[in-house]
């Protein structure tokens, strides 16, 4: 059985930040850290096995949310860079892709809430290099193959980066359900 450390939300790795950015780039890189704060906080003084725990009647737990949010954000990432190929064909997944996946959304054995934070604050810090030093947030990509992504449609760097900001907030709220549930602790209020 592994050691069940606490972790506590100082000791939580935080992204490094760049020199202020201004502009639009600094409105969605600030949209985005004030989501990612929202998450890592729902984990603030939990131990592993906590951190690992449903307290709710879905398959979520809080260390899987950050594993998912994690692997969607390095994923989006990437597919600024390198298109559809970045991504897997969701319409073509088997039963063991959609398992694979599904581990995405949960703890699992030998992982620790210290490593898939410090995991998060790695692909946070990429990102945001990234979105600093995009020549172009107009520049576009076709969508990768899924069957609720519209055929042909692509999405600029922008859209891609508010859909990051849009699916971090959305988990986020997500944890703040499960670590109420886990132990009464909240996010605001």
Known sequence: MSESVTVNEAATPEPAHEPA???????????????RHFLRFTTRDLTDEEAGRRTTASQLCLGGLI???????????????DGPSAMPDFTAMTDADWARRADQFRMLP???LTG???DYAEVARRTDELVVTLPDLDAAQPLPKAPWSEPGARWSARRVLMHVI???????????????SL???KSMG
């Open 21 to 35: 950015v201004t502009g639009e780039r600094g409105d969605l890189l600030e949209a985005l850290a004030k989501q």
């Open 166 to 180: 849009a699916e971090t907030a959305q988990h986020a709220g997500h944890a703040d359900i499960i670590r109420e």
């Open 116 to 118: 898939v934070l410090a």
């Open 183 to 185: 132990d009464g602790a």
């Open 110 to 112: 030998g992982e620790t």
């Open 67 to 81: 594993k998912h949010v994690t692997a969607v954000e390095r994923s989006w990432a990437r597919f600024v860079l």
